[in-house]
């Protein structure tokens, strides 16, 4: 008989499943019987499943910041619909911090407790635990857990924010007189960009988070790739690994499995009277505004540093800025998996997944250079390594809507409407900002050489309240998307 069931699901609005399914292939070697209900997973789809299963645990995934709320809303359900299995958390943007402030006070208790869980290979232990109703070790989480929120709210009340007026009077000022604006781009509007083949980005491929995904680790001097192979704990897997992964790449670049097509955008902007968004206009007469995209701006106290905002990287208005943006998707993936699925072999499932996010990544590089060098053309004259471009030596960032510098994934629809990704690309937002498929890259692109990466970090209520009425949405929705990094309760 199996050790336990196991359910296993990535919640609604997401549709990331790779380190899901890592898991499930550890927990299945180790005897258990898992079942993985995909992706996309309604609350109800979840509750339903752990019924009808009589599973012994419960595993939730989610990459993006709004499944921190799914997760939540699906403990509270789970507790209304007086469920007693425990709930395992995971996924690139869930927390031990995060478990223990905001899910596990809907749910935990000794007998059913909420627990997050790093990555594939500590998953084992954390269900025998469960499974064999281990108390010691539910009661030292439960203890951690409580230590965790402790920490946290006595942490918001040490946490010295200034409000957003204060902080836009020291906003980042570039003088932009000195370091002027990039010149006129070669190419403005909408492209669609389909001539990329596979082997066009190989050059651009970015190794190491493939070993990230896959849990392997060198210790130093061998932590990133090539110097992997020569750990002596994890070298001979890795090269294996890499070994199969070329094999897979080789035959997906020869069979075409896999696509690549996008959109690039380049647009006239300025910077928002107030100085907080950045306007883009329908045309270089710069009379009528086409779209808005809101910033956020950091408030966290600090001393005779600027308080950063991506708007701070756009010319006022008297300037003729622009800015750019690019949605890029690797297509096939899905269906690749889906057919390693039906053949039993979860190895090359995974590996397809990974390879696909690694081609993505390739191809977003190369887009972005693309721009730099020829259809805004600003770095006309840029002649680097593809390894000096994955260290971002060149001008100029490229931050995806939903990360630290503007951490609200919901501004990707008005690049998605700006660009047109779904009509002209067949790239979709699903109804929490995933894109579609899952190998996808978003970016707003700034050209001015000050420009540079920064975290807003936590935000007020007065800058949420600013916010929300720039987007003209009511208070309740924009803390919904800026839940993650609120300074306050929203209870």
Same mark, same amino acid.
């Given at each position: 008989?199996?050790?336990?069931?196991?359910?296993?699901?990535?919640?609604?609005?997401?549709?990331?499943?790779?380190?899901?399914?890592?898991?499930?292939?550890?927990?299945?070697?180790?005897?258990?019987?898992?079942?993985?209900?995909?992706?996309?997973?309604?609350? *109800?789809?979840?509750?339903? #499943?752990? @019924? !009808? %299963?009589?599973? =012994?645990?419960?595993?939730?995934?989610?990459?993006?910041? /709004?499944?921190?709320?799914?997760?939540?809303?699906?403990?509270?359900?789970?507790?209304?619909?007086?469920?007693?299995?425990?709930?395992?958390?995971?996924?690139?943007?869930?927390?031990?911090?995060?478990?223990?402030?905001?899910?596990?006070?809907?749910?935990?208790?000794?007998?059913?407790?909420?627990?997050?869980?790093?990555?594939?290979?500590?998953?084992?232990?954390?269900?025998?635990?469960?499974?064999?109703?281990?108390?010691?070790?539910?009661?030292?989480?439960?203890?951690?857990?409580?230590?965790?929120?402790?920490?946290?709210?006595?942490?918001?009340?040490?946490?010295?924010?200034? *409000?957003?007026?204060?902080? #836009?009077? @020291? !906003? %980042?000022?570039? =003088?932009?007189?000195?370091?002027?604006?990039?010149?006129? /781009?070669?190419?403005?509007?909408?492209?669609?960009?389909?001539?990329?083949?596979?082997?066009?980005?190989?050059?651009?491929?970015?190794?190491?988070?493939?070993?990230?995904?896959?849990?392997?680790?060198?210790?130093?001097?061998?932590?990133?790739?090539?110097?992997?192979?020569?750990?002596?704990?994890?070298?001979?897997?890795?090269?294996?690994?890499?070994?199969?992964?070329?094999?897979?790449?080789?035959?997906?670049?020869?069979?075409?499995?896999?696509?690549?097509?996008?959109?690039?955008?380049?647009?006239?902007?300025?910077?928002?009277?107030?100085?907080?968004?950045?306007?883009?206009?329908?045309?270089?007469?710069?009379?009528?505004? !086409?779209?808005?995209?809101?910033?956020?701006?950091?408030?966290?106290?600090?001393?005779?540093?600027?308080?950063?905002?991506?708007?701070?990287?756009?010319?006022?208005?008297?300037?003729?800025?622009?800015?750019?943006?690019?949605?890029?998707?690797?297509?096939?993936?899905?269906?690749?998996?889906?057919?390693?699925?039906?053949?039993?072999?979860?190895?090359?499932?995974?590996?397809?997944?990974?390879?696909?996010?690694?081609?993505?990544?390739?191809?977003?590089?190369?887009?972005?250079?693309?721009?730099?060098?020829?259809?805004?053309?600003?770095?006309?004259?840029?002649?680097?390594?593809?390894?000096?471009?994955?260290?971002?030596?060149?001008?100029?960032?490229?931050?995806?809507?939903?990360?630290?510098?503007?951490?609200?994934?919901?501004?990707?629809?008005?690049?998605?409407?700006?660009?047109?990704?779904?009509?002209?690309?067949?790239?979709?937002?699903?109804?929490?900002?995933?894109?579609?498929?899952?190998?996808?890259?978003?970016?707003?692109?700034?050209?001015?050489?000050?420009?540079?990466?920064?975290?807003?970090?936590?935000?007020?209520?007065?800058?949420?309240?600013?916010?929300?009425?720039?987007?003209?949405?009511?208070?309740?929705?924009?803390?919904?998307?800026?839940?993650?990094?609120?300074?306050?309760?929203?209870?």
């Amino acid at each position: 008989p199996p050790a336990g069931k196991v359910l296993m699901a990535t919640v609604k609005g997401d549709v990331h499943d790779i380190g899901k399914n890592i898991v499930a292939v550890v927990l299945g070697c180790n005897n258990f019987k898992v079942y993985d209900i995909g992706v996309m997973c309604s609350c *109800d789809s979840i509750l339903e #499943a752990a @019924k !009808k %299963y009589k599973v =012994d645990v419960v595993g939730l995934s989610g990459l993006i910041t /709004p499944s921190l709320d799914e997760m939540i809303f699906v403990a509270k359900e789970f507790e209304k619909a007086g469920l007693t299995m425990p709930i395992l958390i995971g996924g690139a943007t869930t927390s031990k911090m995060h478990t223990a402030v905001k899910i596990s006070p809907q749910y935990f208790t000794p007998e059913h407790p909420v627990i997050h869980v790093l990555d594939a290979s500590r998953s084992v232990g954390v269900v025998s635990s469960l499974i064999a109703k281990d108390e010691d070790y539910v009661q030292e989480i439960m203890e951690e857990y409580t230590e965790l929120r402790e920490e946290y709210y006595a942490g918001l009340e040490d946490r010295k924010f200034v *409000d957003l007026e204060k902080a #836009a009077k @020291k !906003k %980042y000022a570039i =003088d932009f007189d000195a370091t002027p604006v990039a010149p006129m /781009p070669n190419e403005c509007g909408v492209h669609v960009i389909d001539n990329y083949t596979l082997d066009m980005v190989l050059p651009y491929i970015d190794w190491n988070p493939f070993f990230q995904t896959w849990e392997l680790r060198g210790r130093y001097p061998n932590r990133g790739y090539p110097k992997i192979f020569d750990d002596e704990h994890v070298g001979k897997e890795a090269k294996d690994l890499f070994d199969n992964a070329q094999e897979m790449l080789m035959e997906i670049v020869a069979q075409k499995t896999m696509r690549l097509k996008g959109v690039v955008g380049i647009f006239p902007a300025n910077r928002s009277d107030d100085g907080e968004d950045v306007e883009v206009w329908t045309d270089q007469g710069r009379t009528e505004v !086409k779209a808005t995209f809101c910033m956020l701006r950091q408030q966290a106290e600090k001393d005779n540093e600027p308080y950063y905002s991506q708007a701070d990287f756009v010319a006022p208005k008297g300037h003729a800025d622009h800015i750019g943006m690019f949605a890029v998707s690797c297509f096939g993936a899905e269906e690749l998996a889906a057919k390693y699925e039906s053949d039993n072999d979860d190895y090359k499932k995974i590996m397809a997944q990974a390879l696909a996010d690694r081609l993505v990544e390739a191809f977003a590089e190369a887009v972005h250079k693309d721009m730099r060098t020829k259809t805004w053309g600003y770095a006309a004259e840029e002649d680097m390594k593809a390894e000096d471009l994955l260290k971002v030596k060149y001008d100029g960032i490229r931050p995806a809507p939903g990360y630290p510098s503007q951490p609200d994934h919901s501004e990707k629809s008005t690049m998605w409407d700006l660009i047109q990704a779904k009509e002209l690309a067949g790239i979709e937002l699903s109804d929490t900002l995933s894109m579609m498929p899952a190998s996808s890259v978003s970016a707003l692109v700034f050209a001015h050489p000050k420009s540079q990466y920064f975290a807003v970090g936590q935000v007020g209520k007065d800058q949420v309240e600013s916010y929300s009425k720039r987007k003209g949405v009511g208070l309740e929705q924009g803390e919904k998307w800026l839940s993650s990094i609120l300074n306050y309760d929203r209870d």
